[in-house]
């Protein structure tokens, strides 16, 4: 039988040549004349997460979700894997690259309105993805079973105790019982190797097959003739195949290339193995360190209740507002001229959350600035 | 409704009703199987020769503690900071407990004096038995 014909026999049983003709059909289509660079961000962020699956797989073959050999096991990874090290590294700062690709990509897509109608809900499945993702970081980090970790997710999970109505609940449920201990580590890797990856294909699948379906967002407003017909609001604009995927292309292999030379340069290195003291100064990832910040300034008690639960209200508002952000922000207007409003608030937004992110940073340290050294206590004030 | 219901209707709702009985009762019994077991109290004993100053460190369930020796009696508080649950340590200098991870303290009673923690560091029982403290908790 010639290939040919096996190609046909798999069209009569499987219809392959009309599903592959629907997404030809889909990716040649033009899209908007404004779409650029930006538009790659979400390329980048896929490309690291195709490299934290790759290296995810690498590592669990290796892996062992045990207190008495996870540290070893991790140790084993770094020394005799055949190019372990870097497997291990490349998993440990793809978190970060994901993180801030995907919050660049975030914001561009809000700085340019891609998330208005009628796209509302591509933004609440990339939302979603991005807090799975946070939740990998979360339950990764404890994984290697170093001392840092161990104190870092009791933390969490302190404060998840904390938060309001179902706080001990989940965080019993994540525990596992009353000490961070070998239940914490087996459900936290059932989660980073089981549930998360589920959850996550699930909504980057709703999440691209919506990007699929309705393209790339035009520079006019949703109530504009041109949003209805595709053909009228791309005149000029390139296809996906093959102008932008050729961008997207070259996007992945720089992003590819960086990751791998980060990752090369300054390896993941070992940290001591859990059951040592609380360390000092301890604190999370650079894109937690806001939130760490904010905690902080509120007292023991509030109005009766711990000031712990009440704090946590405001952020909790802020990341359901975020995830449902097409639903607030509803002006037809696309064009970042003329959405002066929206942009101040997410300015004043960013400003807000470097300003604790960089507190959160030197809080409790010494920091030296021209050649003056500056003693910060917890609040970030001069001592 | 005056119109009976057909088979197919009938037919329907059965499955929608054997579809959502199934989900339920499989969702329970996941949930029950992944909430963890409550832990009985445990007992520890602190020879009363191993008591220094006026202190003893031990732990309990894996939950480190130190037990306060003093005329009127003993206590014992827990060392899990009732913030974030870092382990608090004692600044004998300053004669209250610090927690390091956003620098709670209590006092030598384990009352919170300032910082973040909601409430005091909890205590377990202490009962004298002889010759040595018995903690529970």
Same mark, same amino acid.
């Given at each position: 039988m010639s290939w040919g014909g096996f190609l046909d026999g798999l069209d009569r049983r499987t219809g392959w040549r009309e599903s592959r003709d629907r997404v030809v059909a889909d990716a040649t289509r033009p899209q908007p004349p404004?779409?650029?660079? #930006?538009?790659?961000l979400g390329v980048m962020a896929l490309t690291v997460l195709g490299m934290e699956c790759v290296s995810g797989i690498v590592l669990a073959f290796h892996y062992r979700a045990t207190p008495e050999a996870a540290h070893a096991s991790v140790a084993q990874i770094r020394d005799s894997v055949p190019l372990g090290w870097l497997w291990l590294s490349v998993h440990a700062w793809g978190t970060h690259a994901l993180v801030g690709l995907a919050l660049l990509h975030a914001a561009k897509v809000f700085i340019s309105g891609g998330h208005k109608r009628p796209r509302e809900l591509t933004w609440v499945a990339g939302a979603l993805a991005l807090f799975v993702v946070l939740g990998f970081s979360v339950t990764g980090h404890l994984l290697p079973w170093t001392n840092e970790a161990c104190w870092g997710t009791a933390v969490r999970l302190g404060h998840t105790e904390e938060a309001p109505l179902v706080g001990g609940l989940v965080a019993r449920l994540l525990r596992? #019982?009353?000490?961070?201990?070998a239940s914490t580590l087996t459900r936290f890797y059932a989660l980073h190797v089981v549930v998360l990856p589920a959850l996550l294909a699930l909504l980057l699948w709703m999440h691209l097959r919506l990007v699929r379906r309705l393209g790339l967002a035009p520079a006019?407003?949703?109530?504009?003739?041109?949003?209805?017909?595709h053909t009228a609001c791309s005149e000029g604009g390139a296809p996906w195949i093959p102008h932008l995927a050729l961008r997207a292309a070259a996007a992945a292999t720089v992003t590819a290339g960086v990751l791998i030379t980060v990752s090369a340069l300054f390896p993941a290195g070992p940290a001591p193995k859990a059951g040592g003291a609380t360390p000092d100064g301890l604190r999370p990832e650079w894109f937690f360190l806001a939130l760490f910040q904010y905690l902080k300034?509120?007292?023991?008690?509030?109005l009766g209740m711990p000031g712990e639960t009440v704090g946590q209200i405001l952020p909790i508002l802020a990341v359901v507002a975020f995830a449902l952000l097409p639903f607030l922000d509803r002006s037809p207007e696309r064009r970042p001229a003329n959405r002066k409003r929206a942009l101040a608030i997410f300015a004043a937004g960013v400003l807000v959350w470097s300003a604790l992110t960089f507190l959160g940073a030197v809080s409790d340290n010494r920091e030296r600035v021209f050649g003056r050294e500056w003693k910060l206590d917890t609040y970030g004030r001069p001592k | 409704m005056d119109e009976p219901t057909s088979r197919r209707d009938f037919l329907n709702r059965a499955l929608g009703a054997w579809a959502a009985t199934a989900a339920v009762g499989g969702a329970a019994a996941a949930g029950a199987a992944l909430w963890p077991r409550e832990e009985p109290p445990s007992t520890t004993r602190i020879p009363k020769s191993a008591v220094a100053g006026g202190r003893a460190a031990g732990s309990l369930r894996g939950t480190p503690f130190v037990l306060v020796v003093s005329g009127s009696g003993a206590v014992a508080l827990s060392l899990v900071c009732t913030h974030a649950r870092c382990i608090v340590r004692w600044e004998d200098a300053e004669k209250r407990f610090l927690c390091p991870c956003h620098k709670g303290t209590f006092d030598p009673e384990g009352r919170r004096l300032s910082g973040?923690?909601?409430?005091?560091l909890r205590r377990f029982t202490v009962i004298d038995a002889g010759d040595s403290w018995e903690v529970t908790g």
């Open positions: 404004n779409v650029g660079w #930006g538009a790659t596992g #019982g009353d000490e961070i201990g006019v407003r949703t109530d504009e003739e041109q949003e209805k017909g300034y509120w007292p023991g008690r509030v | 973040p923690p909601p409430a005091d």
